[in-house]
């Protein structure tokens, strides 16, 4: 049996509509460079944007600047 991920987020934009992003226990880097596993093609976005990490009982949103 395959693990389910007991938090996801799911795509509300254009580029990623629809598209389940499972959350676990490393790191997700979310912005417009190819090398982030969630890339958002919104001019306001920066190359990497966001991280969302695991924390106490659940997860932390943390600004790259």
Excluded: K
């Excluded at 490393?26 to 695991?54: F, K, N, Y």
């Amino acid at each position: 049996m395959t693990p389910t991920a007991t938090a996801w987020l799911e795509g509300a934009s254009p580029g990623v509509l629809g598209q389940r992003f499972d959350l676990g226990a490393d790191p997700i880097r979310l912005g417009r460079s190819t090398s982030c596993a969630i890339q958002l093609s919104d001019p306001l976005v920066s190359r990497e944007h966001a991280e969302i990490r695991p924390g106490d009982g659940g997860f932390v949103v943390v600004d790259l600047g």
